[in-house]
């Protein structure tokens, strides 16, 4: 009952306003995209593989992830809307987790399946790679909405942050640094995919290794949103 | 019946102290939290409310802490002076979210009691974006009213309000607090207080000044020395005969008025027509100077 008032809260919060609408520009560039190539295109030897992978995964992914992520929390904080959920006799990992599989919800729904979409759009031959790169991008997913709601309830600038991270460290250095390749959730997600997918593909980390960060990121930035929501101070108005 | 206490609280920012060294409980009834802007009378209330831990001191409901303490707001209900709310939702379902949140077994029955006890039925079907402040603020009253909370936080809770909007939220709280109810609301002005609340606590520059029934403030405050601006036919005559009554203790002549300090307004009343009477003085102007809230708290202060 409880969890799912906060659910229907936080979706209020997140597709109540302008913002919104963003989560939805972002699928359709890749999906306009990636059928605008398919007809414009003739050779697509590897352009479903670069379509998923260097602007879903590396762009489209982190930026619906950040929207969703700091809606789904970072906005409540901002406006100071959070008071009538936190002034509940409520645990606080309740709300930080309910919270996270909204986001998560929403970052697979507009953008893991899109990315798979494109996939599919651009080779319709090869579904496993498609959803190999799906798997891949559910995984980061769920490592971004923790990296993000954890920095929504750390600062009041989350957003700027957030894009900061996603744009320069995610889609730049993850893609094309190799020291920084080492640290990105993006080539941890990439291990996933290559594991699965049915063409090769090129990640900077080992699985065994990529599923233990993505693991330990998740968990460190979900136990870090809980403990710091049970101390967030709210700020008079003085 | 519960009993909020603060200990020997203090709460500061960096190096600026919001809350100095302020000790106080407050019990059912309507209490009235009054101050002028910027004494420490949100700091106080958010602490209260357990967002905010003090920084030295201790601030407990029923004999624990209130701060961390989640299991708190099931006693507790809130009415922040923020005005972020689920503005996307309709009246109705924001109080119902509410009442889903407080875990209650009929949250539809609950905030629809919830909400006609702020007689709010009219509009409740409306999102809450369309709705004036105090439609807002009288939403917000029942969301925090519908798990029947003890203990009732209002902050600043009549800014904003229409005069009737005013006098319906004054009679609830007073409804509130003969029911038993703890209730505290923060005010900077004296006469909404006086009229609600049965004890006013008096917080000045983050200090607790005055504490006590609303008799004894309003004593207080009008007991103290005032400043009183004289202009008549003739000052210097006026100034002499005032000077000898003991109900004033100082006269000032400057070139276009005279400045009177007086300690026992009521003689002075009655004593200035008279004499400007039997002296054959025209009054031309007679104003207090220093009426200001903010010269009355500071004159509350100084006292101490």
């Known amino acids: 009952m409880v969890v799912r008032t906060i659910a229907r809260l936080t979706l209020a919060t997140l597709f109540g ?16 995209l990636s059928l605008l190539l398919t007809f414009t295109v003739d050779d697509k030897g590897d352009l479903a593989k670069a379509i998923m992978q260097q602007f879903g995964l590396a762009v ?9 992520a700091t809606g789904a929390i970072s906005s409540e ?15 606080r990992s309740t709300i930080i987790l309910t919270k996270a599989l909204v986001a998560l919800g929403v970052i697979f729904g507009l953008g893991v399946v899109p990315i798979v979409v494109s996939g599919l759009v651009l080779d319709p031959g090869d579904v496993q790679t498609a959803l190999a790169f799906g798997v891949g991008a559910l995984a980061a997913g769920i490592a971004y909405t923790a990296i993000f709601v954890a920095l929504s309830v750390m600062s009041g600038n989350a957003v700027t942050i957030g894009l900061f991270y996603s744009l320069l460290w995610e889609s730049l250095m993850g893609q094309y640094v190799d020291g920084a390749k080492v640290l990105s959730i993006q080539q941890w997600s990439l291990a996933l995919t290559r594991q699965l997918a049915d063409v090769p593909v090129d990640a900077a980390v080992k699985l065994p290794l990529a599923t233990l960060l993505l693991l330990a990121v998740t968990l460190a930035g979900l136990g870090l949103a809980i403990s710091r929501l049970r101390s967030l101070t709210l700020s008079s108005a003085e | 019946m519960s009993v909020i206490r603060i200990e020997k609280v203090s709460r500061w920012y960096g190096n600026v102290v919001a809350v100095n060294d302020v000790t106080m409980t407050i019990g059912p009834g309507v209490t009235g939290l009054l101050g002028p802007n910027g004494a420490g009378k949100s700091t106080l209330i958010t602490m209260m409310a357990g967002f905010l831990p003090p920084s030295v001191g201790s601030v407990t409901l029923d004999a624990v802490a209130v701060w961390r303490n989640v299991s708190a707001y099931s006693e507790i209900g809130l009415v922040p002076e923020t005005e972020a709310v689920y503005d996307t939702l309709s009246g109705t379902d924001f109080v119902r979210a509410n009442a889903e949140l407080q875990g209650l077994t009929d949250a539809g029955a609950a905030a629809a009691a919830a909400i006609s006890v702020v007689a709010m039925e009219d509009a409740a079907g409306r999102r809450i974006s369309t709705y004036s402040k105090g439609m807002k603020q009288r939403i917000k009253m029942a969301a925090a009213l519908v798990h029947e909370p003890s203990v009732l936080l209002l902050d600043e809770p009549f800014n904003g309000m229409d005069p009737r909007q005013r006098l319906h939220l004054m009679e ?9 109810r703890t209730v505290l609301f923060s005010s ?13 606590e008096v917080v000045v520059s983050g200090r607790h000044a005055a504490s006590g029934d609303y008799r004894a403030i309003r004593t207080l405050m009008t007991d103290r020395p005032m400043l009183y601006r004289l202009r008549s036919s003739d000052d210097r005559r006026l ?17 276009t008025a005279l400045q009177v300090r007086v300690i026992d307004f009521e003689r002075f009343s009655r004593l200035v027509p008279q004499l400007s009477r039997e002296l054959g003085i ?7 100077t220093d009426e200001s809230l903010e010269s009355v708290f500071s004159y509350l202060v100084g006292s101490r």
């Not at chain 1, 306003?17 to 306009?32: C, F, T």
């Not at chain 2, 900077?188 to 006013?200: C, F, G, N, R, S």
């Open chain 2, 188 to 200: 900077h002005i004296l006469e909404e207080v006086q009229q609600v609340a049965t004890h006013i």
């Open chain 1, 60 to 68: 489209i992914l982190p930026l619906v992830a950040l929207i969703a």
């Open chain 1, 77 to 91: 904080i901002d406006d100071g809307s959070i008071v009538y959920l936190l002034s509940k006799p409520i645990n």
């Open chain 2, 282 to 288: 025209r009054l031309f102007e007679v104003s207090p």
């Open chain 2, 239 to 255: 100034a002499a005969a005032l000077i000898a009554d003991p109900c004033t203790a100082g006269a000032d002549l400057d070139g």
């Open chain 1, 17 to 32: 306003h302008r913002r919104g609408l963003l989560l939805y520009v972002l699928p359709a560039v890749l999906i306009g």
């Open chain 2, 172 to 180: 609830l709280l007073r409804k509130m607090g003969t029911e038993g």
